[in-house]
């Protein structure tokens, strides 16, 4: 680091207690402050909030800032509060009758105290501290390991001292929010970073020690007990006996078996437990066990073995006639998936005749990725097609979108039987979803024909991402869905809608669905025909992302709710309201 | 019945039906047998939760589930499902030609390990059984209290840090009177006051950045002057950063107790008296278990104390501050530690002061004492006698201000340790601020009188041991009547004083409002000690026993309608007592 002597002030300018600024090579600037005799050199800008402390007070030594009164020692630059980093002090001496500063504009490295200060920011749930931390950390271009280590470790601690099952939540935002803006630099990582992190703030508290079960140690055991634990909702019990399999060398079983639990008939109904569980195997599998382990054994028990009312009629019939099916995967290499018979299945209002078809379809040696497919897009295709009304239904649509993209996550991560049960799980929830008014459409048949919005890409694109920004729903999805079918690039168009999206406040709740959409988006471009290549239905993905940006944005539900009661008044239907 | 290899037989294969259970007992202890899935068990029939036989719990897949609280264990080894610290013991089995053997004998317990897992339970949970438990078996099993008693430091630390402000002085105050108590009993008797103690210090523990020193090195006189800033700005944050930043420098806790103390005794902090307790209490912490053990709660809690927010006083409150103020050139003057103690003292005019109800008064009699050339422990030894007499003479009636007078009497002893832990000077001001509280008490119906001994009538019975039981008969039977003569009679029959008590302690420390009493109780068992020279020493043991009979009662409605019909009556407070 080079430093040199640059010169200041004159002396004598300034009374006791005064302060100047003086610009530096480079541009920042430093306060310059005469106090009991002796000259002070600091860095301008408050370490909290950038107010110029050359406005700040001096009593005893201890500089603080007229704004939020954050306190310096003078000399060495130590702040007296917490969540605010020292501020910079720079030697100074007295020649020739000025004051000269040593300057260098080389910024020290402080990994471990902007590290510190974001674990503050954690505790504290500050976004101001978070983000600025975190700014600091990419900017200084600290490993992403080092700072998602902490934010891990900490989560872990929160969820398991201050939630239940419902932590999963938190997860999605942090396993998403890692994963978005690992596709994006400088503000729009930074606000996807800070997104994933403000997931894990909250209070934290020491626990009691888990330690491993006493000898003998025998996995089956474990696994049985786990298993019957899950069916007695006794979730309490589980936590151990995850920690045990562990600590004797078991971790990698450790998914499979939450998976064996988490996809037996009676969550049939309880689609977020496979989707939090498929962001904790994400998590294990992109992070290690080390900092993530307390969190996967803690929520993994309390999702596994979460409390269960009594079902009622339809989730019972389900339960029972999942119960009777062997579920297995028998890929068959020439297998040709009946798409439209599987999709009708689905979307019809009969959950047994629904199991039936997604049972043939793996008889019939479909692949699970390969049906899996069709469920994505068939969300999909519903999230470009739903009327946008007094509930629109985007909560129902994105599980459905978000599930049928963790039937993937489960093959991978929980084993093809755990895929194959995910199957069912996501056909469940269509199924539970039948009340939203989408009419049958056959996914094979290609799109019906649309005009892009202007000649050329650029222009097209800045007149989507307008309509997003005045909220036009409607007018949206014909909009994208011109834009992609003219051959435009869908992955700048989905990059500029994750922006948009990012830069929200709403941006928190369409996080999990913008990142299925970019990875399907990516299997429809793979080449591999199972995950959707050149599927006729793709482009419903990003049609159906935008328009849930859009509608999001819109908060409109007074006025949609006024006319759907004057619709209601003059005597129609919901269905025919939105014909 | 021994094998020679440790295997007992204890039941025949045909007694133990399939899927039952029986209690044998070998070796003092009792076993149960199951028969579960073809395989014979056997563990402590105890269920390590709270008792309950385990023979009568149920059995599936292995695992046994205690009928009443739902505690389940697996079966082999005895692993307990919901925690480490409750494993059960499990014993070998054997069968041979029909009848089965097992083997307790040199069975080491798992509770041997998982004492320290049981003790964090408590203490995040605050649940007194399991905190009872732990500490009962940790003593049963020979760890040292000591080792016990530090980790109950590391937590109450961590507690007090993200769960409390300056109040959780009072957390440490209880903390310390209950070891201090449980000192002075025999060992079986222990359990109540190290349990109290165990509750002060347990809570949740949250996470906490650890503050980190300022950078470079700061000298002592420095830190010393932004503490004394920060306790006016009341920026105890700051104040926190530099006792840190001064320990890590190597400062000695003497030198950041005194400058806490210098701190609290501003006279703006003179209606916060309460913190001279706890910055005593602070130091205490220190000499009982080191500074090593003790920094983060000094740092930390003394923090929070010096820099506590402060309203506007106001009415008497505001005219005491700017008397003190006033006086401060002259304490400063009475600053100087006497050789030796005086002679010229008289203790009567002191006394005299306290009680006129008068501002200037009550401080000028602090004053004047000190210019007899009084030393500050002749002073507070007449303000405890004081608050004993008031305690023992106090009318009980709607009332009485046994806290306010328990008050007055545990900060005079705070303002001893001023001397004992900061400096005279300390102790000096710290007087002033004691007298306060006199002044502040002058609602009580006691008329002031000498504090001479207040002897009273032989005891009726002939043995101590029946006058003492008589005692704690009328303490359990809320006598509040007539408590006071027979204690009084009990001492001046010349009994043990000692044993009377340890024998009031105990009976206070049974009841439920015994943490409450813990303070004054402690105080009484230091000052009846140091006072053992003074005549109205007796008067403490009385005040204490009719202050523990009369809490015991809750007949406020009663005591509020016959005030109230008095006061119908038009009768002053003073006239009806």
Same mark, same amino acid.
């Given at each position: ?62 500089? &603080?800032?007229?704004?939020? /009164? ?21 030697? !100074? ?33 500050? $976004? ?120 004797? +060398? ?29 962001? =904790? ?6 992070? +290690? ?118 039937? *993937? ?103 999990? &669905? ?66 | ?104 004998? +040199?069975? &080491? ?41 530090? *980790? ?74 932004? !503490? ?24 000695? #806790? ?22 001279? !307790? ?14 090593? =053990? ?7 809690? /003394?923090?929070?104390?010096? /820099? ?31 050789? #030796? ?59 009485? /201000? ?31 601020? &004691? ?83 813990? +303070?004054?109780? $402690? ?55």
């Amino acid at each position: 680091m080079s430093s040199d002597w640059v010169k200041g002030i004159d002396c004598g300018t300034l009374q006791n207690g005064e302060a100047q600024t003086v610009e530096m090579p480079g541009g920042r600037t430093v306060a310059v402050f005469y106090w009991d005799g002796k000259y002070f050199a600091t860095d301008n800008q408050c370490p909290h909030m950038g107010f110029p402390l050359a406005r700040g007070t001096i009593k005893n030594g201890v500089l &603080t800032c007229d704004w939020h /009164g954050r306190a310096f020692d003078l000399e060495t630059g130590g702040c007296f509060h917490s969540q605010c980093d020292n501020v910079r002090v720079f030697p !100074v001496k007295v020649e020739d009758d000025s004051v000269w500063i040593q300057y260098s504009s080389d910024r020290p490295q402080r990994t471990q105290a902007q590290l510190r200060l974001l674990w503050e920011g954690l505790l504290g749930d500050d $976004r101001w501290t978070i983000s600025k931390a975190l700014a600091i950390l990419l900017e200084q271009g600290t490993d992403e390991q080092e700072v998602v280590d902490l934010i891990l470790t900490h989560m872990g601690r929160h969820i398991a001292s201050s939630h239940g099952p419902e932590g999963g939540e938190d997860v999605s935002r942090l396993v998403n929010g890692i994963h978005v803006g690992r596709r994006y630099s400088g503000e729009d990582r930074l606000i996807s970073i800070t997104t994933a992190a403000r997931s894990a703030a909250g209070e934290a508290h020491e626990r009691n020690d888990i330690v491993p079960m006493p000898p003998p140690y025998d996995w089956d055991q474990i696994a049985t007990w786990v298993k019957e634990f899950s069916r007695d909702r006794q979730g309490h019990r589980i936590e151990r006996c995850l920690f045990t399999a562990h600590s004797q +060398g078991d971790t990698d079983k450790i998914i499979p078996l939450l998976y064996d639990c988490a996809t037996q008939p009676y969550f049939v109904g309880f689609s977020q437990n496979l989707i939090s569980l498929a962001y =904790l195997a994400e998590l294990v599998s992109v992070f +290690g066990w080390e900092n993530s382990s307390e969190l996967v054994f803690w929520l993994g028990a309390n999702l596994v073995g979460q409390g269960r009312s009594e079902p009622e009629r339809f989730r019972r019939d389900a339960i029972s006639h999942m119960s009777a099916l062997s579920i297995a995967e028998s890929e068959k290499p020439n297998a040709r998936l009946d798409e439209s018979a599987l999709v009708q299945a689905l979307v019809g209002v009969d959950v047994v005749a629904s199991f039936d078809a997604v049972h043939e379809a793996l008889n019939e040696g479909n692949g699970i990725d390969r049906i899996a497919t069709t469920m994505v897009l068939l969300a999909a295709d519903r999230m470009a097609r739903s009327p946008v009304a007094v509930d629109a239904g985007w909560e129902n649509l994105t599980t459905e979108l978000n599930l049928a993209s963790a039937i *993937r996550t489960a093959r991978e991560h929980g084993g093809s039987d755990a895929g194959a049960c995910a199957l069912f799980h996501t056909a469940y929830q269509v199924f539970s979803d039948r009340w939203i008014n989408i009419p049958y459409r056959d996914l094979g048949e290609p799109l019906a024909s649309m005009d892009p919005p202007a000649e050329d890409e650029d222009s097209a694109m800045a007149l989507i991402m307008k309509s997003i920004n005045t909220l036009d729903v409607e007018g949206v999805g014909p909009q994208v869905q011109g834009y992609l079918q003219a051959g435009f690039d869908g992955n700048r168009l989905l990059d500029e809608l994750g922006r948009a999206i990012l830069g929200d406040d709403s941006g928190q709740i369409v996080l999990p &669905t913008l990142r299925t959409v970019f990875e399907e988006w990516d299997n429809c471009n793979s080449g591999q025909v199972e995950l959707g290549a050149d599927h006729p239905a793709r482009f419903q993905l990003i049609v159906g992302l935008a328009r849930y940006a859009a509608d999001l944005r819109s908060n409109t539900d007074d006025s949609s709710a006024a006319f759907a009661a004057t619709r209601f008044a003059e005597g129609k239907t919901t269905v025919e309201m939105f014909e | 019945m021994n094998n020679g290899d440790g295997f007992v037989k204890v039941a025949k294969v045909a007694d133990l039906t399939p899927e039952k259970a029986i209690a044998v007992r070998v070796e003092n202890r009792s076993v149960a047998l199951f028969n579960h899935e073809g395989r014979f068990y056997a563990t402590d029939n105890q269920c390590p939760h709270m008792g309950y036989p385990l023979i009568r719990g149920r059995v599936r897949k292995g695992v046994l589930q205690c009928d009443w609280h739902g505690w389940s264990y697996a079966m082999d080894g005895g692993g307990c499902f919901t925690g480490g610290c409750d494993d059960l013991d499990t014993f070998p089995v054997r069968v041979q030609d029909g009848e089965i053997y097992i083997k307790v004998e +040199g069975a &080491t317990s798992k509770r041997t390990d998982s004492h320290y897992l049981l003790l964090k339970e408590a203490l995040l949970s605050r649940d007194n059984w399991i905190l009872s438990k732990a500490i009962a078996i940790m003593l049963s099993q020979g760890v040292s209290e000591e080792e016990t008693l530090n *980790r109950l430091v590391e937590h109450m630390s961590k507690h007090l840090a993200s769960d409390h402000d300056a109040n959780g002085g009072f957390r440490l105050n209880q903390f310390l009177n209950g070891i201090a108590i449980s000192r002075r009993l025999d060992q079986d008797d222990r359990l109540i006051p190290l349990m109290i103690a165990g509750t002060a210090a347990s809570g949740r523990a949250g996470d906490r950045v650890p503050p980190e020193p300022l950078p470079g090195s700061v000298d002592f006189d420095r830190i010393a002057s932004w !503490v004394r800033m920060f306790s006016q700005d009341r920026n105890w944050e700051g104040i926190e950063k530099c006792l840190v930043t001064a320990r890590q420098a190597g400062a000695d #806790s003497r030198a950041i107790i005194s400058l806490l103390y210098d701190c609290i005794l501003e006279p703006n902090f003179l209606m916060f008296g309460q913190n001279l !307790v706890h910055i005593g209490n602070i130091a205490e912490l220190v000499e009982t278990f080191g500074f090593d =053990l003790a920094a983060p709660l000094v740092c930390n809690l /003394g923090a929070k104390i010096a /820099g506590r927010g402060r309203g506007t006083p106001q009415g008497t409150t505001r005219d005491s501050i700017e008397y003190v103020t006033e006086l401060r050139r002259k304490i400063q003057e009475l600053s100087d530690e006497p050789s #030796s103690h005086s002679e010229q003292y008289d203790e009567s005019s002191l006394v005299e002061g306290l009680a006129s109800g008068d501002l200037r008064q009550t401080f000028d009699s602090v004053t004047h004492a000190f210019e007899s050339g009084a030393h500050v422990s002749q002073i507070l030894d007449s303000m405890i006698m004081l608050s004993g007499d008031r305690m023992a003479r106090t009318p009980a009636s709607f009332s009485p /201000g046994w806290f306010n007078i328990s008050n007055e009497m545990q900060m005079a002893a705070a303002a001893r340790r001023a001397l004992k832990y900061g400096s005279y000077r300390n102790a000096v001001d710290a007087t002033y601020f &004691t007298s306060w509280h006199y002044f502040e008490n002058r609602w009580l119906n006691i008329r002031a009188r000498p504090l001479s001994r207040d002897v009273g009538r032989p005891s009726k019975h002939s043995d101590e041991t029946t006058a003492r039981g008589e005692i704690v008969d009328l303490i359990e039977s809320i006598q509040v009547g007539e408590i006071a003569q027979a204690t009084r009679s009990y001492l001046a029959s010349g009994f043990d004083a000692g044993a009377l008590m340890s024998e009031l302690a105990m009976v206070i420390l049974k009841h439920d409002s015994g943490s409450n009493l813990l +303070g004054t109780l $402690r105080t009484v068992y230091d000052e009846f000690e140091r006072c053992s020279a003074h005549p109205a020493r007796n008067q403490l043991l009385v005040g204490l026993a009719r202050f523990a009979t009369d809490v015991r009662r809750s007949n406020d409605n009663d005591l509020a309608t016959r005030t109230a019909r008095r006061f119908a009556a038009r009768e002053t407070a003073v006239d009806m007592f």
